[in-house]
C-alpha cells in the first residue's frame, strides 16, 4: 500500500503512512497559467494499492478535479486498486433540492467518485437523508468517525460534562460521545433559513448546574449554529460554554468570531486549523489496515 498526500492532505498523510507502517509519497500539484491544474505522481504506482489521502476543503472544486486527475492517472500508470481516504468530504450536506431549480449536489459528486475509484473511506461524513453509505456510492465505502477520539478529549479535559447537540442530525455525534461517556445529553432543534440565518430552539429545559455544557456536532462552517447554540445555554446560566466539532471548516473567520463570544473551541485535524486538537491519523490509518 503507498500513501499519496494530495495537496490538501499533506497534514495527513504522512503521519496517516506512519501509523499504518505503508509507504509514503506526495503528489507535485501546480498550476498553467490559465489556471489549469496539473497533477504528478513522484513515485512509481505499477501493481501497487494507492490510497489518495485529500481533504476537501477552501477551493473545493479545485480539490475535487485535483482527486480525479489523480486517481484516473495512477491507474494509467498501473495502479493496482485506487483508494480515496477523505478525512473532510464536502457537498454531503447538498442531499435535497432545497430552493426549486437547485442542483442536487450530494448524488453528483459521490457519483464523479463512484467513476475514479475503488473504495472510499470517509470520516465523519454528514449523512442526513440519505442514512448510509451504501446508498450514495456504487464503489465499496467505509465510514470511519471520531467520535470516540472526542470522548476521550473530553474525559480528560472536561469535568462534569453535560452535551449538547445543537440541531436533530447532530444525534450521531452528540448521543454517541455522550453514551460513550455515560453522560447526560440534549438534542436542540435548529431552523435554517439561509446559509448564514439559523434558529436554535431549546426543546425542554436543561439543568446546567454544575455541569460544563459542551456543544458537539460535525461541521462548524459559518459558525452560526454554535453561537445561536451559545446564547441559549448562556440564558440557563452556562458560564463556560465549549464545543468540538469532527470538521473545522471555519468558513469567514468564524473560528475568531467564535473565540470572541468567548466560547472555546476544539476541533480534530480532518482540516487544518488552529483549534486542531484531536488527531484522527490514527483512527484512518486503523481503517485502512482493516480494510
Ligand atoms: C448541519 O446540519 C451541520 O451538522 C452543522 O450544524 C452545520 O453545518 C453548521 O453550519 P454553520 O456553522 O454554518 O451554522
Redesign the pocket.
Known amino acids: 500500500m503507498l500513501i499519496v498526500s494530495c495537496s490538501h492532505g499533506k497534514h495527513l498523510g504522512s503521519l496517516i503512512a506512519k501509523k499504518a507502517k505503508a509507504r509514503h509519497s506526495g503528489l507535485h500539484v501546480d498550476k498553467f497559467p490559465d489556471d489549469e491544474l496539473r497533477v504528478r505522481f513522484e513515485s512509481g504506482l505499477r501493481n501497487k494499492s494507492i490510497v489518495l489521502v485529500q481533504s476537501f476543503y477552501k477551493n473545493v472544486s479545485d480539490c475535487i478535479i485535483e482527486a480525479i486527475l489523480a486517481a484516473k492517472t495512477a491507474k494509467e500508470l498501473g495502479a493496482k486498486k485506487v483508494i480515496l481516504a477523505a478525512p473532510y468530504f464536502p457537498y454531503m ?1 447538498q442531499d435535497k433540492r432545497f430552493h426549486k431549480g437547485e442542483a442536487v449536489s450530494q448524488p453528483i459528486v459521490t457519483g464523479l467518485i463512484d467513476k475514479y475509484f475503488d473504495t472510499v473511506y470517509l470520516m465523519d461524513p ?1 449523512l442526513h437523508r440519505k442514512n448510509k453509505l451504501e446508498h450514495l456510492f456504487k464503489i465499496r465505502s467505509k465510514k470511519v468517525t471520531a467520535n470516540s477520539l472526542i470522548a476521550a478529549y473530553i474525559k480528560k479535559h472536561i469535568k462534569n460534562p453535560v452535551i449538547i447537540g ?2 436533530e ?2 444525534y450521531k455525534w452528540a448521543r454517541s460521545v455522550a453514551n460513550m461517556l455515560g453522560v447526560e445529553s440534549r438534542i436542540l432543534r435548529k431552523k435554517r433559513y439561509s ?1 448564514y440565518h ?1 434558529e436554535v430552539k431549546l426543546n425542554k429545559k436543561i439543568n446546567l448546574k454544575g455541569k460544563n455544557a459542551v456543544i458537539v ?10 453561537m445561536e447554540t451559545a446564547k441559549i445555554l448562556r440564558r440557563l446560566g452556562a458560564k463556560d460554554i465549549r464545543c468540538i466539532c469532527v470538521h473545522g471548516i471555519f ?1 469567514n473567520d ?1 473560528l475568531n468570531k467564535l473565540k470572541k463570544a468567548g466560547i472555546k473551541v476544539v476541533s480534530t485535524n480532518t482540516i487544518p486549523n488552529k483549534a486542531a486538537k484531536i488527531d484522527v491519523s490514527g483512527m484512518i490509518a486503523d481503517s485502512l489496515k482493516t480494510g
Open positions: 450536506r454528514h445543537p440541531d442530525e447532530s446559509s439559523v456536532d460535525d461541521i462548524i462552517s459559518t459558525g452560526n449554529t454554535i468558513a468564524a
